[in-house]
C-alpha cells in the first residue's frame, strides 16, 4: 500500500452498507465521484485496464494479497457480468449496477455483528461508514 493512502479503523455490518446503497442520492454521488476517479480522461467509460489503476482502493479488503492471476479472473468477471455490449468498457449505469451488487454481497458477508475493519478514507465502504454516522 502506498504510503499516502490513509487507513481507519471502521466498525461495520450488513444493515450499514445496505442502508447506504438504498440512500440512493448518496449511494449515486459516491458512484459519480469513483466513477470519475477511474474515468480519468473523461471518456465516459471505464476499461479494464482503468479498472486496474483502482480496484484495491475502491474496496480494499485483503486485495493486496490476492495474486495477479486472481486478480485477472476478478477483472474478466466484472466485465464478463456487467460490459453488456462485450466492449470493453462500463458505462457509468453498468459501473453502478457492479457496485451495489459488490456493495450488497460484501455487506451480506459481514452479517448483521458490527465488526472492525480497517478501510482507505475513500473506499466505498468508509463512504457506507460515514453515512451512517452523519444520519445520527
Same mark, same amino acid.
Given at each position: ?10 466498525? #461495520? ?9 438504498? &440512500? ?7 458512484? &459519480? ?9 473523461g471518456e465516459g467509460? #471505464?476499461?479494464?485496464?482503468?479498472m486496474g489503476r +483502482?480496484? +484495491? ?13 486472481? #486478480? ?8 464478463e457480468r456487467f &460490459? ?26 459481514? +452479517? ?25
Open positions: 500500500m502506498a504510503d499516502d493512502q490513509k487507513m481507519s479503523v471502521a466498525v #461495520i455490518n450488513e444493515s450499514t452498507v445496505k442502508d447506504f446503497v438504498q &440512500d440512493s442520492k448518496a449511494f449515486e454521488k459516491c458512484v &459519480d465521484e469513483q466513477f470519475k476517479v477511474f474515468d480519468s480522461k467509460a #471505464i476499461s479494464w485496464a482503468d +483502482g480496484y +484495491g482502493k475502491l474496496m480494499a479488503l485483503e486485495y493486496e494479497k490476492q495474486s495477479e492471476e486472481e #486478480i485477472k479472473c476478478l477483472y474478466d468477471s466484472i466485465f &460490459d453488456e455490449e462485450k466492449n470493453g468498457t462500463l458505462n457509468r449505469e453498468q459501473f453502478k449496477r457492479f457496485m451495489k451488487e459488490m456493495m450488497l454481497a460484501m455487506g451480506q458477508s459481514f +452479517g448483521d455483528v458490527p465488526i472492525q475493519v480497517a478501510l482507505e478514507h475513500d473506499s466505498m465502504l468508509m463512504k457506507a461508514v460515514q453515512h451512517e454516522l452523519s444520519r445520527g
